[in-house]
């Protein structure tokens, strides 16, 4: 059995006071511990949010991760200097970061890679944005991008990943995909990696990243290839996110 996942991404929000508050407003109402959980904390309250989970189930995150190990990249930051906080996870190729910033496949595939130099484990997004879908892409691009990181990391990084579905036309515009259509995309991903290598991809957690509110999750995690969910504004409130968390 693949153990559920629930990442909160509080993306470029908060103080460090709100981000210490909901930390400890999270750790109070976790109770029973049955799946993994962790927060993306911006990197600059990564510090103290380490301090906080320090000794708890509360995993650790970052929002991005530097495809270099070291060097002359200003503003940077590298998966060692991540690493020395704790960080147990790095979002890697967020739809925020493609579209935003200019990330490609394959820098994405090279931020993959420089998580796991040391050993943290970079949650990979994947998917399509409305126009895509519309012109019936969605597998498509989905498979590019996971072309990429194969090709760069080869499919045995897998086993120290984690595969997060976004799909773009449903983070931040109130639209979220129905169970069944976010199911079809989730086995579609699943089944990539099962032609690849069947043990890999029974193991493989692939969590659902639009728009997962405390009103759809029971709904989206009670489908057979959802492992759970890359949380974003709900994330933000303890209880939202205990709520979501507590769904699984």
């Known amino acids: 059995m693949r153990r559920s996942l629930v990442v909160g ?6 103080s460090l006071a709100s981000a210490k508050s909901l930390v ?3 750790l109070a109402g976790l109770g029973n511990t049955d799946g993994d959980i962790a927060v993306c904390a911006p990197y600059v309250q990564i510090p103290a949010v380490s301090e906080l989970v320090k000794g708890t189930h ?16 200003t503003g940077e930051i590298s998966a060692a200097m991540l690493a020395e906080f704790g960080v147990q996870y790095a979002i890697v190729g967020h739809s925020e970061r493609r579209s935003y910033y200019g990330d490609t496949n394959e820098s994405v595939a090279a931020r993959f890679i420089q998580a796991q130099t040391q050993s943290i484990i970079p949650i990979l ?14 597998f498509a691009v989905i498979d590019e991008q996971l072309d990429a990181v194969i090709k760069a990391a080869g499919i045995e990084a897998f086993k120290a990943a ?6 773009v036309w449903a983070i931040g515009t109130g639209k979220t995909a129905t169970d069944d259509q976010a199911q079809e995309v989730h086995a579609y991903i699943r089944n990539y990696f099962a032609k690849q290598n069947a043990d890999i991809a029974a193991k493989l957690q692939i969590l659902y990243g639009g728009s997962c509110k405390p009103d759809n999750a029971k709904g989206l995690f009670a489908m057979p290839d959802i492992d759970g969910g890359l949380i974003g504004g709900a994330s933000l409130d303890a209880d939202s996110f205990l709520k979501i968390y507590h769904s699984i």
């Open 24 to 26: 400890q407003g999270i």
């Open 125 to 138: 997004c994947v998917g399509e944005t409305l126009e895509q879908r519309e012109q019936n892409e969605t």
């Open 162 to 167: 984690v595969i997060a579905y976004e799909p």
């Open 58 to 73: 509360l995993g650790l995150g970052s929002q991005n991760i530097a495809d270099k190990a070291s060097g002359a990249y």
């Open 9 to 14: 991404n509080w993306k470029m929000n908060g």
